[in-house]
């Protein structure tokens, strides 16, 4: 049997600062935060076991099913219209016109800016008097808004009139902060479309052009389709990423954050707020699990099925 | 392309930019008008008189000077780090083979799927019994490793034949020496791609020196920030001022590593 | 040369070494004073310390209560806790279940002479330090709430003192209103809602710790509240401490505030007569006391713990309070304090003081139990926040925050 060359040994040897590190800092803590989930945890430390018993709160709870509710309206919301615009701006971008690589940088920059600074403008311009937001609506002739300090529903403010619970919709606050995340992300699902475009063959298009096809036509019957894969990772990354949105609540919203009225609290500000605001370290472990289980079905999902079909690496 | 889709393509993505552009443009503006201009309605568009102070003046009310010094440290340490636990596990699941490395890297690749806000609670617990709270050291030695980066150099330096590393140390040359020598100036095109994006995410970073830090003397250039919104939520021009200082360096490195930037994203999936 | 450097440093050592307390018990005290309340305690402290050579009390002050409360939960899980700490009520009952702090009930048994002298203390303190039935910690810094009035302004309209109850208060309000000026301001605070909510007879909790604030009582609290913003206009809100600075610029005619604003208030030279006042009542006479009591780290060694004990029973002397409430503002924990010279004299200088004091007879806290300070702050969030802020219905709104109240206090 020839002996190798390259020692197994060394290989291993190689690997173990970041397995240290990996094991401390990323394993170590994801069995810590199950342990606490089961206590009763408080500022004074562990208190006593209670073992399902905080998620059993947490599931009667009326807070957690509002952060679940505001989570799961913010990503219905951003999802969509992150990716239909940045599909379309894509399909703008595509073409080998001069200065093109001028305007896909320029729609990168929110995405490389610190989301502070950016919830800082954005909450200026969202400013019921003195803000770009209003200023905008008075040009169109539309009504002033209250934005980040509206609770009501905005589908209540667009029809006028009281709508049943169910029906009123997330709140004016919640939706302006769907505004600027789907402005801030624009150019980072832009840059993946832009892949996807790219991997689609010229020849398709020509074929079709010479068949006498309309734009709509190719978009619909080549563009579209070819697609898909794309589209579906997209519509993963953008869900994963904005059910885990905490800066700009904390940032922009109340006071207290999450407001108002609870309308803009989110799962992980609600992870933040019971672990920080209220030493409940327990029941916060337990929401953590919770958000954790969500996400890593999405992420299942997201590799093992789309992201084969995308990338061919 | 006829001429009048040409127009029409240019004037769509014009508006786009504009869109994506004006908020930074209203927050420039804004730091450089004066307290009572900035509260004007209807607003103005140009500043009437370049009210250069304010910058100043912010560094003033805030040690954002105190904050970069504390950014810089925990960028640099980190980018340390992550260099060198990328290098060399990069370099060894490339070139090295041995029992368990499928497992290995697999549960590496788990490690990437772990969405960050699970890490807050027990990372403070945790840190809190190292008693590293309101140091450095919870600020860095977590982000010491990076796995996206390790798959990234990994796949660089799989672009090397091994029969030239084993060539190599036939020839005497041991495997730190190959590895410094010549296969890490061989990716230095990945290496270039992981300092940008762990710098830019170091200076980003949010949420975990929120949560890790109290004394105002330690905190992140963006942590001070923050704080520096709740303080002076009214003080618009000054607030202003301060984002764009913040901003800066970021868009600096951006216009310079554009192209790099952005695909550094693309492959590694990461927003702040 | 390397002979004069080590001469050096043995002379360095040895002066620094006379420094050192080397046999003396060390008792580190975390507490969050600062500025000239950080001052009055180390002064005291270092009185202390140098008039016995047996025990040194290392005082380290953590800035704010913020930075306090992160440090003692670091510190418990990172086994490094200090000997003793300044500590809330809310605090208490976490550390008290977790088992990090030893009631001091436990020095007292072995200290028969402390029996008499507990008795010495105001009721309340003894109440508001007793969690679950055992005494777990000493009072430290308290305060009660009192009422501070612009007394040149109050003249100007024909007003010699201060109203007693809370119905003259609105009509005295609406008085001091004119113009710009308004009567009064504040923040939104639960201290400000539970002082009108108990002189109106109502509750926060019952004995069956069910939240009880949205009864008749509580309505009417609230609304009193929210009318004299929206209906009579005689108060506007701020945020924070605002009102205070609103106070001493000489917008507004009074404000809400504790026995420590006085010297607070003194300090920034005010333009005008400055008066001090106990809180009105209506149906019934009532007074909270704030701030902070002193617990025991059990993991401390035996030596300090009780070299900490010999302290706090220092501190918590009728002499020693005395002055720390002379120089602080905050009130004597003992009633002998009060018969002293000193105090007495204090009463002459400085009018209100002795009647600001006296409420401590009548003073009751916040209730003592877990979650509660989870609880309020959903009192303030739910109701409080949205009836002053938002100007919902009073009803309504406290409702809600006694649902929510009830069901967080249920999970502790």
């Known amino acids: 049997m020839r002996e190798k060359v390259l020692k197994p040994y060394v290989g291993v040897l190689l690997l173990v600062p970041a397995i240290v590190i990996l094991l401390i800092f990323r394993f170590y803590p994801l069995l810590y935060v199950l342990r606490v989930s089961f206590y009763k945890w408080g500022m004074g430390g562990p208190e006593r076991v209670v073992w399902f018993k905080n998620y059993l709160t947490i599931f009667r709870d009326n807070f957690f099913y509002q952060a679940l509710g505001n989570t799961l309206w913010y990503v219905v919301l951003v999802v969509p219209l992150s990716l239909f615009i940045s599909m379309f701006l894509a399909i703008l971008l595509n073409n080998k016109l001069r200065a093109i690589g001028f305007f896909r940088t320029t729609y990168f920059l929110p995405v490389v800016t610190s989301i502070v600074a950016i919830s800082i403008v954005w909450k200026w311009i969202y400013h019921p008097e003195l803000g770009l937001a209003n200023y905008l609506l008075r040009l169109l002739h539309i009504p002033p808004q209250n934005w980040l300090a509206e609770w009501r529903g905005i589908f209540e403010i667009i029809s006028g009139r009281k709508l049943p619970v169910g029906l009123k919709g997330p709140s004016l606050a919640l939706f302006s902060l769907v505004i600027m995340s789907v402005w801030k992300g624009l150019g980072y699902n832009i840059i993946i479309y832009l892949a996807g475009l790219q991997n689609i063959p010229r020849s398709y298009y020509e074929a079709a052009l010479i068949d006498g096809a309309s734009s709509p036509t190719m978009f619909a019957r080549i563009t579209w389709p070819m697609l898909t894969p794309t589209t579906f990772y997209v519509l993963i990354m953008t869900t994963i990423t904005s059910f885990q949105v905490f800066a700009p609540v904390w940032l922009m919203t109340g006071p207290p954050p999450g407001g108002p009225l609870g309308t803009t609290n989110v799962l992980v500000y609600s992870i933040f707020d019971n672990a920080f605001n209220f030493s409940r370290y327990g029941y916060a472990s337990a929401l953590s699990m919770i958000l954790f289980l969500f996400i890593l079905t999405l992420t299942v999902i997201q590799k093992k099925v789309i992201e084969p079909r995308v990338f061919y690496e | ?272 | 040369m390397k002979r004069i450097i080590l001469a050096l440093f043995i002379i360095l050592t040895l002066t620094g070494c006379k420094k050192e307390r080397t046999n003396r018990v060390v008792v580190t005290f975390w507490h969050a004073m600062g500025g000239p309340l950080g001052r009055a305690l180390d002064q005291l402290i270092d009185e202390f310390n140098s008039m016995q050579d047996s025990i040194y009390v290392n005082s380290i002050s953590m800035g704010n209560y913020n930075a306090l409360s992160q440090k003692i939960m670091a510190s418990i899980l990172a086994r490094k806790t200090p000997t003793i700490a300044q500590v809330y009520e809310s605090w208490t009952t976490s550390l008290a279940r977790s088992g990090a702090i030893q009631p001091v009930e436990d020095f007292i048994k072995k200290d028969s002479s402390f029996k008499t002298q507990l008795e010495d203390f105001f009721p309340v303190f003894i109440r508001d330090n007793t969690y679950d039935s055992v005494l777990y910690t000493l009072p430290f810094n308290k305060s009660v709430t009192a009422y501070f009035y612009n007394v040149d302004m109050f003249k100007k309209k024909g007003i010699d003192k201060f109203p007693e109850t809370y119905t003259e208060l609105l009509e005295v309000s609406k008085k001091l209103t004119s113009g710009d000026t308004l009567a009064t301001a504040f923040s939104v605070t639960v201290g400000m809602f539970e002082q009108l909510l108990y002189a109106f007879g109502g509750r926060l909790l019952d004995e069956n710790r069910n939240p009880v604030f949205d009864s008749e009582a509580g309505i009417k609290a609230l609304k009193y509240l929210q009318d004299m913003l929206y209906k009579y206009h005689v108060a506007h809100l701020t945020t924070g401490y605002q009102h205070q600075d609103e106070f001493l610029a000489g917008r507004v005619a009074y404000v809400m505030g504790t026995s420590v604003s006085y010297a607070f208030i003194m300090r920034q030279k005010p333009t005008f007569t400055l008066g001090m006042a106990p809180m009105p009542h209506e149906v019934r006479k009532v007074c909270f006391i704030m701030g902070t009591n002193i617990a025991i780290f059990r993991r401390s060694g035996e030596k300090e713990k009780r070299a900490a004990w010999t302290f706090i029973k220092w501190f918590t002397s009728p002499e020693i309070q005395a002055r720390w409430a002379l120089a602080t503002g905050y009130v004597p924990v003992r009633r002998s304090a009060v018969n002293l010279p000193e105090v007495q004299k204090r009463f002459k200088e400085v009018p209100g003081l002795k009647e600001v004091w006296a409420q401590l007879d009548y003073a009751i806290t916040e209730p003592v139990v877990p979650g509660w300070f989870i609880g309020r702050k959903l009192l303030s969030q739910l109701s409080l926040e949205p009836a002053l802020r938002g100007g919902m219905d009073v009803e309504e709104v406290l409702k809600r925050g006694k649902l929510e109240v009830a069901r967080a206090l249920k999970q502790e």
Not at chain 2, 42 to 63: C, G, K
Not at chain 2, 78 to 92: D, E, M, N, Q
Not at chain 2, 185 to 200: G, M, R
Not at chain 2, 219 to 234: D, I, K, W
């Open chain 2, 1 to 272: 392309m006829s001429r009048r889709r040409a127009l029409l393509v240019y004037i769509l993505l014009s508006i786009g930019m504009i869109i994506s552009v004006l908020p930074f443009y209203w927050m420039i503006t804004t730091a450089l008008k004066t307290p009572q201009e900035a509260v004007q309605f209807p607003p103005t568009w140009i500043p009437h008189h370049f009210q250069w102070s304010n910058f100043a003046e912010a560094m003033r009310v805030a040690p954002f000077g105190r904050y970069f010094l504390n950014t810089i440290i925990i960028a640099v340490f980190s980018l340390a780090g992550v260099l060198i636990t990328g290098i060399l596990a990069g370099f060894s699941f490339a070139f090295y083979e041995f029992k368990g490395r499928e497992i290995l890297f697999l549960s590496f690749l788990a490690v990437m799927m772990v969405p960050m806000p699970v890490y807050i609670v027990p990372g403070y617990l945790i840190l809190a019994s190292f008693g590293w709270l309101d140091t450095y050291l919870a600020l860095i030695i977590p982000w010491t490793v990076n796995v996206f980066s390790i798959f990234l150099l990994r796949q660089h330096f799989k672009s090397i034949p091994t029969a030239l590393f084993e060539a190599a140390i036939i020839d005497g040359c041991s495997p730190f020496g190959f590895l410094m020598k010549i296969a890490v100036p061989l990716v230095k095109p990945a290496i270039i791609t992981v300092t940008i994006f762990n710098l830019i995410s170091s200076w980003n970073s949010f949420i975990w020196p929120l949560v890790m830090t109290n004394r105002d003397s330690i905190r992140p250039v963006q942590v001070g920030l923050a704080y520096f919104m709740q303080e002076e939520s009214t003080n618009y021009t000054l607030l202003s001022a301060a984002s764009t200082i913040v901003v800066i360096p970021v868009i600096i490195l951006f216009f310079i590593f554009q192209r790099r930037i952005m695909e550094s994203y693309m492959r590694t999936g990461i927003k702040e």
